[in-house]
């Protein structure tokens, strides 16, 4: 997995609510075996006609953000199926961290083992960020896991939340199986008690 | 002293170690896999030299883009190369790493919640994990059961177990009886219409309350299907007299002396008098009608005799724009009664809806007349015993009279993976879970209702209320 330390990059505003999994990869990019080449279709559906033309309008698909690394949201992001197809494919894309009210839960935890880092704010934080990113190519902002702080556009600090053990993992860029075999001793002590139990 | 909840229970037995910051490593029981989000996580396993930790605890099956039709010429005969690469990729990493595999031509195929609780491999007490949210249904037995990512697959594959937070405790009482017609996917919606699509973000629901135990198996994986729809990882329904008699026999459920054991430990899942839930709500089933989705999201229910809800009436900003984003995707105007809401599509399957009891329920319906010129129905089962069963009761028969298309058991149109898919603009009754923008095709608008009034709708070309039809039983 990529390290997360320091990210400055251009920020997009996705000024929606509720925006679930299917919007981000449509099932019809489901197929693939691979993780990687998801990303000329995140969102698919609403940034390419049936015909495959770029909606001109849709964030992504206007030149200020073009390379986006950073996606401002609604409410609620990520929900719906637990497809790791979604972070692969923003992370495909470019996009290394979210920042939105609040996220579903499945969506939020892949995140972190995509090193991918999805930020929660209250929504006054999110509403100031959404209006500076809305600047476009000047809307640059940077993110310090380290610090855990946000600089706007403006030079205004935000400070954010998130969890101790999940920065860790992210900002050495530690695989969970690692570290879990790490405790293969107290895995097998579990699996002895289970004796007990036959039926399971 | 205070009573500890069942989820609660079910998370202390099965817990291997715990960090000082929160994260726990929780044993995993029962894993379920399917086609479309394993490939990288044994892929992962191959390039890492791991191997899985304890086979025999997983079970593997194609369902999510599965074709419904022409079965007959097994994998060679499936049209979509990558559809087929897909199913054989799983097959080939199932045979490689010892995984037992439901195989395309094998009666007990089907959809993974389904084809799961019928072969006994979902017990009470137990932690089941796959890769795909729904599986909160299992949660149905009281057992802990929840979706997770391809990452995840691959932990729990290599190590048996799963990082994991503790979820708080959220119960919903539903009391009182249930009318007539007013089914466990009514309760659902109508929940997840009370609480919101992120009210039970972070939560583990326990559903309990007369409405509740008074539920078939059926109706509670029904409902438990749904707990991800309202935020929730999991749902639970405490264990009992009905849920040892759906399980006894099962083929890997336990026999003999086992089963005793099993039993005594099952009748200790539930949640003590006094424990302590950190949100608590309650809604009386006697009050509830059937209910239709009229948006793009699982809580945007009306009762089926109500109309179209109007934009302008709504004071948030963010909900405002929601609903008026909705209500264009899905073609409607503020105020028309959902009853004149004319359809193209019916679809009666997915793992919310494709039981024996929700097909039994759609061809009562469908028994009192012929599906509409102007709609297109169809119906998929759950799973080859299931379609197997239905077939023995003659409910194929009543579908087919009726005009409905009689389906081989898969995901089919409920996430349109396979050749099951809406056109743009086209209009679907639907069993499934989710009115996603696009879900059942591009463009196309979902409305998630019963298996019985997505039958009245297909007879009628618009949705009608159940109630004031008279079905025959
Ligand atoms: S039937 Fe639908 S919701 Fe259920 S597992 Fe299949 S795709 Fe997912």
């Known amino acids: 997995m990529e390290k997360f330390d320091k990210l400055t990059g251009i920020a997009a505003p996705l000024d929606i609510i509720n925006v679930d999994t299917d919007m981000i990869i449509p099932k019809q990019f489901l197929k693939t075996i691979q993780r990687s080449g998801l990303g000329k279709n995140l969102f698919d559906e609403m940034r390419y006609t049936p015909e495959g033309d770029e909606i001109a309008d849709f964030v992504l698909n206007q030149p200020a953000y073009r390379a986006a690394q950073i996606l401002v949201a609604g409410d609620n992001f990520g929900c719906g199926s637990s497809r790791e197809h979604a972070p692969w494919a923003l992370l495909d894309f470019g996009i290394s961290c979210v920042i939105a009210p609040s996220f579903a839960d499945i969506f939020y935890n892949n995140c972190f083992k995509n090193g991918i880092l999805p930020i929660v704010l209250p929504q006054e934080d999110v509403d100031k960020l959404m209006d500076d990113s809305k600047r476009g190519a000047n809307a640059t902002v940077s993110i310090d896991l380290e610090s855990q702080t946000i600089k706007g556009p403006d030079g205004g600090e935000i400070s954010f939340e998130v969890d101790a053990f999940r920065k860790q993992c992210l900002l050495e860029g530690l695989d969970d199986i690692g570290l879990t075999l790490q405790k293969a001793a107290a895995i097998d002590d579990y699996e002895a008690r289970l004796d007990a139990q036959a039926w399971r | ?473």
């Not at chain 2, 007959?72 to 005969?77: H, N």
């Not at chain 2, 009514?186 to 939560?203: F, M, W």
């Not at chain 2, 809800?309 to 073609?331: F, N, V, W």
């Open chain 2, 1 to 473: 002293m205070t009573g500890t909840t069942l989820y609660d229970k079910i998370w202390d037995a099965h817990l291997v170690a715990a960090d000082a910051d929160g994260n726990s490593l929780l044993y995993i029981d029962r894993h379920l896999v399917h086609e479309v989000t394993s490939p990288q996580a044994f892929e992962g396993l191959r390039m890492a030299g791991r191997s899985p930790r304890a086979p025999h605890k997983t079970l593997a099956v194609a369902d999510h883009n599965i074709p419904t039709t022409n079965r007959a010429g097994g994998l060679a005969a499936i049209d979509d190369p990558e559809s087929k690469l897909q199913i054989e990729t799983l097959e080939n990493n199932c045979a490689e790493f010892g995984i037992d595999y439901l195989p395309m031509d094998d009666i007990r195929q089907g959809i993974v919640h389904v084809a799961g609780p019928e072969q006994g491999f979902t017990l009470p007490g137990l932690t089941i994990v796959c890769g795909d949210s729904h599986t909160s249904t299992h949660g149905a037995f009281g057992a802990l059961a929840h979706g997770i990512g391809t990452s995840e697959v691959e932990h729990v594959l290599a190590t048996q177990t799963l990082i994991q937070g503790k979820a708080k405790n959220f119960r919903i009482n539903v009391v009182g009886d249930a009318p007539a017609h007013v089914t466990a996917k009514d309760i659902a919606l109508a929940i997840i219409g009370e609480i919101g699509t992120a009210g039970g973000t972070g939560y583990v629901l326990e559903y309990a309350g007369e409405a509740i135990e008074a539920l078939s198996m059926e109706g509670r994986m029904t409902l438990c299907n749904m707990s991800i729809e309202a935020g929730a990882r999991a749902g639970l329904v405490a264990p009992d007299a009905k849920t040892f008699e759906f399980l006894k026999d099962r083929p890997r459920a336990p026999k003999g002396a086992d089963w005793e054991a099993a039993v005594a430990y099952w009748q200790t899942l539930k949640s003590d008098e006094g424990a302590v839930f950190d949100k608590e709500i309650t809604i009386n089933a006697a009050d509830l009608p059937p209910l239709v989705t009229w948006g793009t999201s699982p809580q945007d229910v009306i009762a089926v005799d109500g109309h179209v809800p109007d934009p302008s009436a709504i004071a948030d900003e963010g909900r405002r724009k929601a609903t008026e984003r909705a209500l264009d995707y899905m073609g409607l105007s503020a105020g028309t009664p959902m009853q004149e809401v004319a359809i193209d599509r019916v679809f009666i399957g997915s793992c919310t809806n494709s039981r024996i009891e929700d097909l039994r329920a759609a061809a009562a319906i469908a028994k009192t007349g012929k599906v509409a010129a102007s709609v297109n129905a169809m119906v998929v089962p759950g799973s080859g015993l299931v379609k197997q069963q239905a077939e023995e009761e003659g409910l194929d028969k009543i579908f087919i009279a009726a005009g409905f298309d009689w389906r081989e058991p898969g995901c089919s149109m409920c996430l349109a993976m396979n050749a099951d898919k809406l056109a743009p603009g086209e209009r679907c009754a639907s069993t499934s879970n989710r009115n996603f923008e696009g879900r059942q095709g591009r463009g196309g608008r979902t409305h998630l209702v019963s298996p019985e009034m997505a039958a009245a709708a297909a007879l009628a070309g618009h949705f009608v209320d159940i109630r004031d039809l008279k079905a025959e039983g």
